[in-house]
């Protein structure tokens, strides 16, 4: 497979380059009034435009301009920006219509301009995720055949943040997208391999069935019956970045890897199966955001991560309701539903990384996760943060919060309470801890709250909380109903959800 195209995104500061005779072939144009005063040849031609069709400012029109550069002037508009519930996503949504436009009027090389409106406090950030909305639409899944497109960004005076960001979330798309066989924990290992090769990330591969029941016997438990078929067997990747100078940022990440998820002995039924190679979504964007930062190479900042990769198959030796099964963490942990599979996955990654925390000051860890159903009945296309005591204290969530509103990527906030821990305490003197009830999480009250409680104590999280000697914070974020367009969640394009934020939270805050 071939690695991800590199650059897509090139600064423009020459304002000549909108005119006939340049390097561009069509301008595209995103804005919510198109008053355009730094571009009064702009301006002149859509107030001529407007008078002949009502369309200009309302809808994605295509004008005739043989002045400018490729003779065609697409405008895009945002719609009107005043409204108090508006959000930046508007720019996103602009950038996709006209892009496409112009794509599909046969440019290859458009020329767009980001007319960012005055209230920087939501749309600080309208042209960054105006790329974004962009390259979403530019994206052809790596099976697909490839668009050769090249944008320029007028007014853009670094290109290189941007094109490592879209380097990343391509990379994320392709592993969230490719289909149970495409992106198998196999594969999904290969990918990340020959994505990081020679790169300032260093990787590591668990492919050892011993090794795999020792150090993640959780996991391994729910890839049981996957064991014996060689392209479906478990992996885990570890991904470590360091960057240059004193390490003032550490961070550690979990993301859930099931490349194609049964729900194994609770099987899903009634057509619930469909889309569920998309379950992987939370190990992609992690390895997106490490291929982010391979391209970047940020100093004083050290990133670990481990992507569990798991195919969750139903077999005569898929694990059952009532086992019991001893994480890594030392906690025996009934299982109360089979297809309650991710967070056994992320409790043992979260435990190897806990290790890894206890060793650095500050050390912040997240688990990345398409987790439950509950946070889309909830929440619908948003993601969901959580956060531990630690966190909570320190104002993390909160602050990713307002980060994700900024880079159009919007999380709503969740509280853990004590009757998340009841859930899933033991129910007997038999185990620690009940993995879930045996319901499904859309039907169950606080469906994506509660699985918080199971994680912070089977990976050993619950010894560092706020009086422990190493307080360490903890955040989960459920992205089940935002790793995948809202248009299609179970055939459409991923969104690298929640890439941009985590990467504004390491970098800016």
Same mark, same amino acid.
């Given at each position: 497979m071939d690695t991800v195209s590199r650059l897509l995104w090139q600064a423009v500061t020459d304002k000549e380059a909108l005119f006939a005779g340049q390097h561009w072939d069509a301008v595209v144009v995103i804005s919510d009034r198109f008053e355009l005063r730094d571009y009064p040849e702009l301006r002149q031609l859509l107030q001529h435009g407007s008078s002949i069709d009502n369309r200009i400012g309302s809808e994605p029109t295509l004008l005739l301009a043989p002045g400018l550069a490729g003779g065609r002037l697409i405008t895009a508009p945002t719609g009107d920006l005043a409204n108090d519930y508006e959000d930046v996503r508007r720019f996103a949504e602009a950038a996709q219509a006209g892009i496409g436009m112009a794509v599909r009027a046969g440019a290859t090389s458009p020329l767009l301009i980001v007319d960012e409106p005055s209230d920087q406090m939501r749309y600080g950030r309208a042209s960054e995720v105006a790329l974004m909305g962009a390259g979403h639409e530019l994206y052809r899944p790596f099976d697909a055949p490839q668009l050769d497109v090249t944008v320029g960004v007028l007014g853009l005076e670094d290109d290189r943040r941007a094109n490592a960001l879209e380097y990343g979330r391509i990379a994320a798309r392709d592993l969230c997208g490719g289909d149970p066989e495409q992106m198998s924990p196999p594969a999904f290992a290969q990918y990340c391999v020959d994505l990081f090769e020679g790169s300032a990330v260093k990787v590591s591969v668990v492919d050892d069935r011993a090794a795999l029941d020792r150090d993640y016997p959780l996991l391994s438990g729910v890839a049981r019956a996957s064991y014996g078929v060689a392209r479906h067997e478990p992996r885990v990747v570890r991904l470590e970045y360091v960057g240059d100078g004193a390490i003032s940022r550490n961070w550690m990440l979990a993301g859930k890897g099931v490349t194609f998820d049964t729900g194994g002995a609770d099987l899903k039924v009634g057509g619930a199966m469909a889309?569920?190679?998309?379950?992987?979504?939370?190990?992609?964007?992690?390895?997106?955001?490490?291929?982010?930062?391979?391209?970047?190479? /940020?100093?004083?900042? &050290?990133?670990?991560?481990?992507?569990?990769?798991?195919?969750? *198959?139903?077999? &005569? !030796?898929? @694990? #059952? /309701?009532?086992?019991?099964?001893?994480?890594?963490?030392?906690?025996? #942990?009934? @299982?109360?539903?089979?297809?309650?599979?991710?967070?056994?996955?992320?409790?043992?990654?979260?435990?190897?990384? %806990?290790? $890894?925390? !206890?060793?650095?000051? $500050?050390?912040?860890?997240?688990?990345?996760?398409?987790?439950?159903?509950? #946070?889309? %009945?909830?929440?619908?296309?948003? *993601?969901? #943060?959580?956060?531990?005591?630690?966190?909570?204290?320190?104002? @993390?969530?909160?602050?990713?919060?307002?980060?994700?509103?900024?880079?159009?990527? /919007?999380?709503?906030?969740? %509280?853990? &309470?004590?009757?998340?821990?009841?859930q899933v305490a033991a129910r007997s003197p038999s185990e620690d801890l009940l993995s879930s009830n045996n319901g499904a999480s859309v039907n169950i009250s606080r469906g994506h709250q509660f699985p918080m409680a199971f994680l912070l104590q089977a990976a050993g999280l619950d010894q560092h909380q706020l009086g422990s000697d190493k307080p360490l914070a903890y955040l989960h974020l459920d992205i089940a109903g935002s790793a995948v367009e809202k248009r299609d969640p179970l055939y459409g394009k991923p969104t690298a959800v929640p890439m941009a934020t985590l990467l504004a939270k390491l970098l800016d805050h």
């Amino acid at each position: 497979m071939d690695t991800v195209s590199r650059l897509l995104w090139q600064a423009v500061t020459d304002k000549e380059a909108l005119f006939a005779g340049q390097h561009w072939d069509a301008v595209v144009v995103i804005s919510d009034r198109f008053e355009l005063r730094d571009y009064p040849e702009l301006r002149q031609l859509l107030q001529h435009g407007s008078s002949i069709d009502n369309r200009i400012g309302s809808e994605p029109t295509l004008l005739l301009a043989p002045g400018l550069a490729g003779g065609r002037l697409i405008t895009a508009p945002t719609g009107d920006l005043a409204n108090d519930y508006e959000d930046v996503r508007r720019f996103a949504e602009a950038a996709q219509a006209g892009i496409g436009m112009a794509v599909r009027a046969g440019a290859t090389s458009p020329l767009l301009i980001v007319d960012e409106p005055s209230d920087q406090m939501r749309y600080g950030r309208a042209s960054e995720v105006a790329l974004m909305g962009a390259g979403h639409e530019l994206y052809r899944p790596f099976d697909a055949p490839q668009l050769d497109v090249t944008v320029g960004v007028l007014g853009l005076e670094d290109d290189r943040r941007a094109n490592a960001l879209e380097y990343g979330r391509i990379a994320a798309r392709d592993l969230c997208g490719g289909d149970p066989e495409q992106m198998s924990p196999p594969a999904f290992a290969q990918y990340c391999v020959d994505l990081f090769e020679g790169s300032a990330v260093k990787v590591s591969v668990v492919d050892d069935r011993a090794a795999l029941d020792r150090d993640y016997p959780l996991l391994s438990g729910v890839a049981r019956a996957s064991y014996g078929v060689a392209r479906h067997e478990p992996r885990v990747v570890r991904l470590e970045y360091v960057g240059d100078g004193a390490i003032s940022r550490n961070w550690m990440l979990a993301g859930k890897g099931v490349t194609f998820d049964t729900g194994g002995a609770d099987l899903k039924v009634g057509g619930a199966m469909a889309g569920m190679s998309r379950d992987k979504g939370g190990a992609a964007a992690t390895a997106g955001l490490m291929a982010t930062l391979a391209q970047l190479q /940020p100093k004083g900042v &050290r990133v670990i991560a481990e992507l569990g990769l798991v195919r969750n *198959s139903i077999g &005569r !030796e898929a @694990i #059952v /309701p009532d086992e019991i099964i001893t994480g890594h963490a030392g906690k025996k #942990v009934r @299982i109360g539903n089979t297809d309650a599979e991710g967070r056994l996955v992320l409790a043992d990654l979260l435990s190897h990384l %806990r290790a $890894d925390a !206890e060793q650095y000051d $500050d050390s912040i860890l997240f688990s990345l996760a398409t987790l439950t159903g509950h #946070v889309v %009945r909830s929440y619908g296309p948003y *993601s969901a #943060v959580v956060e531990n005591s630690v966190a909570r204290a320190q104002a @993390i969530g909160g602050e990713l919060q307002a980060i994700s509103e900024m880079w159009g990527e /919007p999380f709503e906030l969740s %509280r853990l &309470r004590r009757e998340d821990f009841a859930q899933v305490a033991a129910r007997s003197p038999s185990e620690d801890l009940l993995s879930s009830n045996n319901g499904a999480s859309v039907n169950i009250s606080r469906g994506h709250q509660f699985p918080m409680a199971f994680l912070l104590q089977a990976a050993g999280l619950d010894q560092h909380q706020l009086g422990s000697d190493k307080p360490l914070a903890y955040l989960h974020l459920d992205i089940a109903g935002s790793a995948v367009e809202k248009r299609d969640p179970l055939y459409g394009k991923p969104t690298a959800v929640p890439m941009a934020t985590l990467l504004a939270k390491l970098l800016d805050h």
